[in-house]
């Protein structure tokens, strides 16, 4: 039930979610030999990594009472573009910049149809998520777009380059929510929007902007995802809005807004990436990797539901 | 008294103990309820009415004492437990199903069956509604049963209710605030409606209400309590109003109503020809700085809607706002804050407070600009003048940190005009400032209001209580029909001449 403050707060309210994956890498140290090798934990992180990335925006929006499904097509999109202007010898930081700008222009249509329309963002956005994959396919159908210029592959190098991005926008992304007035105003919106109105917050101008950082951040993961394979295809990102939600979730954010914290999303990330390597190395068929996880999912906002209710 | 001795009590509380993490709530709480008897639950807030309540609805699990329920002992383990014993309850706030009409609403959940296996069946549409009709009618309420509870006035949702209690054999009801929505014509028509079932029905009645006038025209007896105790039951006819409020608060009555302070000279607000649809027809006002000007009329008169189209919360169609001197538009409640006009809202639970944040964050929200620089927050200054405003303030909580939504109504309160306070503002409309608020609570309203006045903020008091406009207001505007009818001075009216303006008697 955080919400901004001392950063402390933070930490102390994500000790579940925290305790949960202590668990699951226990459970896994035991039970699979592969699972104790140091490429392993390298493999979770780098995978991580861009899921993050991608997270932090989603759970921002939650935060701020929004939704936001079409991050998963915006990361495809975002990645083409920047695919095909690499594969066109485009210079490498116009690239780039294309590709997280492309995130922050869809994210800031979201937003804005959402405050002009009134439409539902689940509906907003799950209309963008179609029409920004659509936007994806036709940049990159056919095209070959791969082994990119060394300079370029730099940002999703090993590891570490990609873990240190995702660390970059988590600590700027706490500091922003813990600290500023556009973060304070997202809680306030997210907790009753029509108190923060009659309080004089500016919630649209707000709202659009929350959107916006997250189509951004969805474009940075989907530069940083091309520079880590070195290709690009117009289905990356399927179904990662879902996973950053559950992520965001896990890590003990309100799907009704008002509540959560970015740093804790980061625990939900790893939740997922850790039991997807261990399920993977364990030997369990891809069919009931889904399973588990949706159960994991269940179970962490049971969990935070059952302790919402005896805090009041 | 005399009228129920002879008869066996509905329900009877004996020696009810509450506890809660340190404190005691109730401490031994006798409470009896006769049939055809509407008895008056009295005490402050905190007092632990409503605790009580809770306790007999299966709510809380009590801590210790008996219930006995039409003679019968029972432990209240589940609210299922009081339902199937006859007793009903309603609450402050509307528990309808806004899109189902009327005859659905009363019999939702024990609709009569046409054909029915297990818990399976086609409900009978035709003795529905001809059942629904029959009920209305024999408790002389005028509704059709087809119509849609959503598109009805509150009291008349509110008669739903009542009606719907009835349906299922009830004994008892229990009414919590159930007027605190109401205007007073809407009040009559519920007092003659419970008269009715008291009589001709023999239903008993609870009764909760901070409107003590109302509780001592329409009650048998009354039950006083005061710090979770039983301070007293007695018949109602055998005390005056001021003895019972007396009782109430356990000593004399201190003055409510604090002296107001002259205005100054200088202009606070002045609004030109607002207008709004047919909700606001030109209307034109002047506050001084440290002054309060009342503004009252019927419910729909446009009081809430000329404090919204100031704030900027609604649009005005036309019409000028000056705020001390200057002219400002207000397009959204943001410009409004921002050229010092503060709108408290009558509804503290949904306009007021986010309930699941802490205090210190409800203070921040209208001042988060003063409270930032460079759009980087000053949390300590946020921490420092949380702790300060609840001290001057008094509000009772544990910390800065507790969370809005559970503090008491009075508490609540307290936080908007902490919040508002710190907003600075030069101009202060306050829609309804002290309802559902008690006598103790009321007066450090007023002592805040007093405050804002010595710095020079000026005030516009939207209320519907004449007693409160003519006791807290320099001058006093009758609006009716979204128009200003009257102006008077302090003073000068009664009661009876502002609601015969309100009215529009002899027009």
């Known amino acids: ?312 | 008294m005399e009228l129920t001795a002879d008869k066996k009590p509905l329900v009877e509380m004996r020696g009810i103990v509450k506890r809660f993490p340190g404190v005691v709530a109730l401490d031994g709480v006798d409470f009896t309820l006769f049939p055809g008897e509407v008895h008056v639950l009295l005490g402050e807030n905190g007092a632990g009415k409503s605790t009580l309540i809770k306790v007999l609805s299966g709510a809380y699990a009590c801590d210790g004492g008996d219930i006995f329920i039409r003679g019968e002992q029972v432990r209240i383990t589940s609210p299922q437990v009081p339902l199937q014993k006859g007793l009903r309850f309603i609450y402050q706030e509307i528990c309808l199903v806004p899109d189902l009409d009327i005859a659905r609403n009363m019999f939702l959940g024990v609709e009569p069956m046409l054909v029915q296996a297990g818990g399976w069946g086609l409900v009978d549409k035709r003795a529905l509604y001809g059942r629904a009709a029959e009920y209305l009618k024999r408790f002389h309420i005028e509704l059709d049963p087809h119509a849609v509870v959503g598109e009805l006035s509150v009291t008349q949702q509110k008669m739903v209710e009542i009606a719907r209690a009835l349906v299922t054999d009830a004994c008892a009801l229990v009414l919590d605030e159930p007027t605190d929505v109401l205007e007073d014509r809407s009040r009559h028509d519920l007092f003659e409606v419970i008269g009715r079932l008291k009589r001709e029905h023999q239903v008993g009645f609870v009764y909760i209400s901070h409107r003590y006038r109302e509780v001592h025209e329409l009650g048998d007896r009354v039950t006083i309590l005061r710090d979770g105790r039983n301070a007293g039951t007695y018949a109602i006819s055998a005390l005056t109003l001021e003895e019972m409020i007396e009782k109430m608060i356990g000593g004399q009555i201190k003055k409510q109503y604090p002296d107001l302070p002259a205005p100054r000279e200088a202009e606070a607000l002045r609004v030109e020809d607002v207008r709004r649809g047919n909700v606001l027809n030109g209307i034109s006002l002047t506050v001084r700085q440290g002054e309060i000007l009342g503004v009252t009329g019927l419910m729909g008169a446009g009081k809430t809607e000329l404090g919204r189209a100031i704030a900027g919360v609604d649009r005005m169609d036309s019409g000028e706002v000056f705020v001390r001197g200057r002219k400002v538009r207000c397009a959204t409640p943001a410009e409004g804050v921002r050229h010092g006009i503060a709108y408290l809202t009558e509804d503290r639970k949904t306009e007021g407070l986010i309930l699941d944040h802490s205090i210190r964050n409800n203070y921040a929200l209208p001042s988060i600009d003063r409270l930032s620089a460079g759009g980087i927050l000053r949390h300590g200054r946020i921490d420092r003048e949380a702790d300060e405003y609840m001290t001057k303030l008094q509000v009772k909580a544990p910390s800065r940190d507790t969370l809005a939504g559970q503090l008491s109504g009075g508490n609540q309160q307290k936080v908007v005009l902490a919040k508002w306070l710190g907003a600075q503002c030069s101009v202060v409309i306050f829609d309804e400032p002290t309802r559902g608020i008690d006598i103790k609570g009321r007066a450090e309203v007023y002592r805040i209001m007093k405050q804002l006045l010595e710095q020079g903020v000026g005030i516009l008091m939207l209320t519907s209580d004449y007693t409160e406009a003519l006791e807290m207001s320099h001058r006093i505007v009758v609006l009716r029909r979204g128009g200003i009818k009257q102006t008077f001075n302090r003073g000068e009216p009664t009661e009876e001449d502002i609601l015969r303006v309100a009215i529009g008697a002899g027009e």
Request: proline share 3%; aromatic share 8%.
């Open chain 1, 1 to 312: 039930m955080s919400e901004p403050g001392s950063v402390l707060k933070h930490f102390k309210k994500g000790i579940e979610a925290v305790l949960g994956l202590l668990l699951i890498t226990v459970v896994f140290l035991i039970l699979t030999p592969s699972y104790r090798q140091v490429s392993n934990f390298t493999q979770i992180f780098a995978q991580s990594a861009v899921l993050a990335i991608m997270a932090t925006g989603t759970t921002i929006v939650l935060i701020s009472g929004g939704l936001d499904l079409s991050v998963g097509s915006i990361l495809a999109l975002c990645a083409c573009v920047t695919g095909r202007m690499l594969a066109a010898h485009d210079p490498l930081w116009l690239a780039v910049a294309c590709g997280a700008g492309m995130g922050l222009a869809v994210g800031f249509v979201n937003g804005t149809t959402v405050v002009a329309t009134r439409v539902p963002p689940f509906i907003v956005t799950l209309g963008m998520m179609m029409i920004a994959r659509g936007a994806a396919e036709m940049i990159g159908k056919g095209r070959d777009m791969s082994m990119f210029a060394p300079g370029f592959s730099v940002l999703g190098k090993g590891w570490l380059v990609p873990s240190l991005i995702a660390l970059g926008v988590i600590l700027v992304s706490i500091f922003l929510m813990s600290m500023t007035k556009l973060g304070f105003n997202a809680y306030a919106i997210g907790g009753n929007a029509e108190v923060a109105r009659l309080s004089g917050v500016p919630v649209n101008r707000c709202r659009i902007i929350y959107y916006s950082i997250g189509g951004l951040l969805a474009g940075l993961a989907g530069v940083v995802e091309t520079a880590r394979l070195d290709y690009v295809e117009p289905n990356f990102g399927l179904g990662w809005e879902l996973q950053s939600i559950a992520a965001a979730v896990i890590g003990g954010t309100s799907l009704f807004g008002g509540m959560g914290g970015v740093g804790r999303t980061i625990i939900g990330v790893l939740v997922i990436r850790s039991l997807y390597a261990g399920l993977i190395q364990c030997g369990v068929d891809s069919y009931w990797q889904q399973v588990a996880i949706g159960l994991v999912i269940i179970v962490a906002v049971w969990i935070d539901t059952v302790q919402r209710r005896r805090r009041t």
